[in-house]
């Protein structure tokens, strides 16, 4: 999984070799030193962001792992989420606004459902505002699908759909 230099070799990457898959960007799991960075972003992509002491907290949770995209020293999108037994969560994706819409999403999703896996996940649940019409593709198109609504989960009281995507079930399919 992660090796000493914090750095991914996830298989697929190897298949579909490291540069052209990620146009250059680096991968990269998130340090301390990234928070100032992605608290940034937090601010700038979410109406209700996480403060950086939760950011902070989440990076050193255990169970909890991240992955981030790098374009030179400059984090481009990243990616909180646990790994629990047999169930994958994630808990924060985010994209920095510069490189929306270029599928940068896209990768760092499928990065980070491949390590869930390799970590033992059976299936992964996530949570999106329904009004969230670009996660909501993002998500579908990888597989997910939603599984129930989860009323007044977030502070403006907007409730959450809660999607899932089960490898096992989505391994056969292929
Ligand atoms: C949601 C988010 C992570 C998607 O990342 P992204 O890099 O912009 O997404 P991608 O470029 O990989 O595109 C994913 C899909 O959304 C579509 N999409 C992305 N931006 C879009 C836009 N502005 N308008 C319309 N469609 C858009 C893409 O066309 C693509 O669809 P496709 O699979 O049919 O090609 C990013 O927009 C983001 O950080 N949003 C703010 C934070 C957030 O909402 N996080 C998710 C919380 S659950």
Not at 13 to 36: Q, T
Request: some cysteine.
């Amino acid at each position: 999984m992660i090796s000493a230099a914090n750095r991914l070799s996830l298989g697929f990457m190897a298949h579909s070799g490291i540069p052209d898959f990620l146009n250059g960007l680096e991968l990269k799991s998130l340090r301390e030193l990234h928070l100032e960075a992605i608290y940034e972003i937090e601010k700038q992509v979410y109406e209700e962001p996480w403060s950086k002491e939760l950011l902070g907290e989440s990076l050193k949770a255990p169970m909890t792992y991240s992955l981030a995209l790098f374009r030179s020293k400059d984090v481009v999108a990243y990616a909180i989420y646990q790994v629990v037994f047999s169930e994958g969560h994630l808990l924060n994706l985010a994209v920095h606004s510069d490189f929306q819409n270029q599928g940068v999403g896209s990768k760092l999703l499928d990065c980070l459902l491949e390590d869930s896996q390799r970590r033992g996940a059976l299936n992964f649940f996530l949570e999106v505002r329904p009004s969230n019409q670009i996660a909501r593709k993002l998500y579908e198109h990888r597989g997910f699908r939603p599984l129930m609504i989860r009323e007044r989960y977030y502070a403006n009281g907007e409730a959450a759909l809660i999607m899932v995507l089960d490898f096992i079930a989505d391994s056969s399919a292929e």
